[in-house]
């Protein structure tokens, strides 16, 4: 007769073959999952949780009109969502590259503008200095 034991490792040895025949992890996975649960579960004094993985709607089912219908709008909403987003996004960023340029035309300016001033303060300071350069000898 089996046990709960035995019953259990039979569906996790059925779970390990069907990973690896079909190269996918998610039955043992799942498997392993219940038992961690089922296991911390008992530990902490509480009652067996039924878990059935089986439940689960299979993809292969057919959906009602209404249910397919209702999941292309969604799709199609989406669509245009994703289009627009993507269509904000490359106008901000090329309203960001104008900003930018024309920032970096300004900083050409004003380093130009920096230059000519430094050279234009040189220059005063030049003859400043040869103004008091001829009032001392004069004075001497």
Known sequence: MWTNDNTEETKLHLAALESYSTGKITPLLKEELKYYIQTRRLSE???ELVVDFDTVPKKSQKLRPDEVAR?????EQNRRASEKFRSKKKTEVQNLQKIYQQLEQRNKE???????????RDALYER????????STKTD
């Open 45 to 47: 004094g509480k009652n």
């Open 71 to 75: 999941l292309e709008r969604r799709r």
């Open 128 to 135: 400043v200095m040869k103004v008091l350069q001829k009032n």
């Open 110 to 120: 004003l380093l130009r503008e920096l230059g000519n001033l430094q050279a234009e």
